[in-house]
T-cell receptor, first 113, second 112 residues
């Protein structure tokens, strides 16, 4: 029973366009959400997070949106760059930022020049 | 800081052998997590510690798996005896309040 779901295993986007990565969750007790980026043969790298008291958080080209009523969050990357090509994991936590993280299975983003 | 350090990076062992994975968290982080990544199940939390104390080990798949954190700068994940289905990438991560978890580079375990 997956509590955090990333239904698109892969996404291909043209350089300069917007990349939108989606994530759904089932547990209404989650109060902190994060996105991680992972390159092959490396560990996941923290990208951006959002608390459940907010609906948007922005950091440079990356914006995370949270829709609590729909139990849905998304990561927008604008503009997309070839270096953004990686696997993106959505994660959720019940204990704030230090709680244990439940991960989705990831979406592989390919940004084409 | 060098980040979370895991060793070894790669481990190949025969079925039935004991395997020990090691992790050095980032100094000052009081949470430590062990995750396992497989194609089928993605990233699964196995166990996590707070101030060296195991808080939740419900993700540990079997009694063959055990984890310890004898001090704030070191943790081990042990599999005894190992089985081919334990083959995966094992990640250690650490965090402190107000920040997301920082991951090590992982240990790729192959049990033949």
């Amino acid at each position: 029973d997956q509590q955090v779901k990333q239904n698109s295993p892969s996404l291909s986007v043209q350089e300069g366009r917007i990349s939108i990565l989606n994530c759904d969750y089932t547990n209404s007790m989650f109060d902190y959400f994060l996105w991680y980026k992972k390159y092959p043969a490396e560990g996941p790298t923290f990208l951006i997070s959002i608390s459940s008291i907010k609906d948007k958080n922005e950091d440079g080209r990356f914006t995370v949106f949270l829709n609590k009523s729909a139990k849905h969050l998304s990561l927008h990357i604008v503009p997309s760059q070839p270096g953004d090509s990686a696997v993106y994991f959505c994660a959720a936590s019940r204990g704030g930022s230090q709680g244990n993280l439940i991960f989705g299975k990831g979406t592989k983003l390919s940004v084409k020049p | 800081d060098a980040g979370v350090i895991q060793s070894p990076r790669h481990e190949v062992t025969e079925m039935g052998q004991e395997v020990t994975l090691r992790c050095k968290p980032i100094s000052g982080h009081d949470y430590l997590f062990w995750y396992r990544q497989t194609m089928m199940r993605g990233l699964e939390l196995l166990i996590y510690f707070n101030n060296n104390v195991p808080i939740d080990d419900s993700g540990m798949p079997e009694d063959r798996f055990s984890a310890k954190m004898p001090n704030a700068s070191f943790s081990t994940l042990k599999i005894q005896p190992s089985e081919p289905r334990d083959s995966a990438v094992y990640f250690c991560a650490s965090s402190f309040p107000g920040a997301g978890a920082f991951f090590g580079q992982g240990t790729r375990l192959t049990v033949v």
